[in-house]
């Protein structure tokens, strides 16, 4: 089955697509890594729109405007804490695709980007990690036509080397 995924190596904040996704953390009050990356990109507005909305849980999504981004909105979605795989790591990541991708359907975005949740300082296994990820991406984009496209963009080359790995085999049992 040919899917709408796309693999990329790059920068999530210079996407022009409708929607990126934040690997933020509970507070939604900014972070470091991919976090810091969108925070400084879209300027201070994003932190005070971020402040109102209270946090959100992991593997829940809260969507923002994107104001000085190219996307028109951001989807913050705090991913789950590698503990060890035992603790629900790999349903609450799904979850953090499949509500960023549902919030992208309501607002009516047509494309979205995400970055590799979970795999920076929250240690999640990069091959667990892009199987999961790539296996939600697809089953809900099979389910919604709404959604033209998702670009998963990964910060370096070997991250990307795991998703291109996690969408050939998704592809082949597809
Ligand atoms: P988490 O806390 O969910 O692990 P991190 O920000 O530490 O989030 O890392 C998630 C992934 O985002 C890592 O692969 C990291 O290299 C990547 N990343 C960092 N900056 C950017 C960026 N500007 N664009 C895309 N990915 C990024």
Same mark, same amino acid.
């Given at each position: 089955?040919?899917?709408?995924?796309?693999?990329?190596?790059?920068?999530?904040?210079?996407?022009?697509?409708?929607?990126?996704?934040?690997?933020?953390?509970?507070?939604?009050?900014?972070?470091?890594?991919?976090?810091?990356?969108?925070?400084?990109? /879209?300027?201070?507005? +994003?932190?005070?729109?971020?402040?109102?909305? !209270? =946090?959100? $849980?992991? @593997? &829940? %999504?809260? *969507?923002? #405007?994107?104001?000085?981004?190219? /996307?028109?909105?951001? +989807?913050?979605?705090?991913?789950?804490?590698? !503990? =060890?795989? $035992?603790? @629900? &790591? %790999?349903? *609450?990541? #799904?979850?953090?695709?499949?509500?960023?991708?549902?919030?992208?359907?309501?607002?009516?975005?047509?494309?979205?980007?995400?970055?590799?949740?979970?795999?920076?300082?929250?240690?999640?296994?990069?091959?667990?990690?892009?199987?999961?990820?790539?296996?939600?991406?697809?089953?809900?984009?099979?389910?919604?036509?709404?959604?033209?496209?998702?670009?998963?963009?990964?910060?370096?080359?070997?991250?990307?080397?795991?998703?291109?790995?996690?969408?050939?085999?998704?592809?082949?049992?597809?």
């Amino acid at each position: 089955m040919k899917t709408r995924i796309e693999i990329v190596q790059g920068d999530i904040t210079k996407q022009n697509v409708d929607a990126i996704a934040n690997a933020a953390n509970t507070t939604l009050l900014g972070g470091g890594g991919v976090d810091g990356a969108i925070h400084r990109a /879209a300027g201070p507005e +994003l932190l005070d729109e971020c402040r109102t909305l !209270h =946090g959100c $849980r992991t @593997g &829940e %999504a809260k *969507l923002t #405007k994107g104001y000085r981004l190219p /996307a028109k909105y951001v +989807l913050h979605t705090p991913g789950p804490v590698w !503990h =060890g795989g $035992r603790n @629900g &790591e %790999a349903e *609450l990541l #799904k979850s953090c695709y499949v509500n960023c991708l549902r919030l992208a359907s309501e607002h009516g975005c047509k494309t979205v980007a995400f970055p590799s949740i979970s795999t920076g300082v929250y240690h999640f296994p990069l091959d667990k990690a892009s199987a999961i990820a790539i296996g939600a991406i697809a089953e809900y984009l099979e389910a919604h036509p709404e959604i033209e496209l998702v670009r998963m963009v990964c910060f370096d080359a070997r991250t990307k080397e795991y998703y291109d790995e996690a969408l050939t085999d998704w592809e082949k049992n597809a």
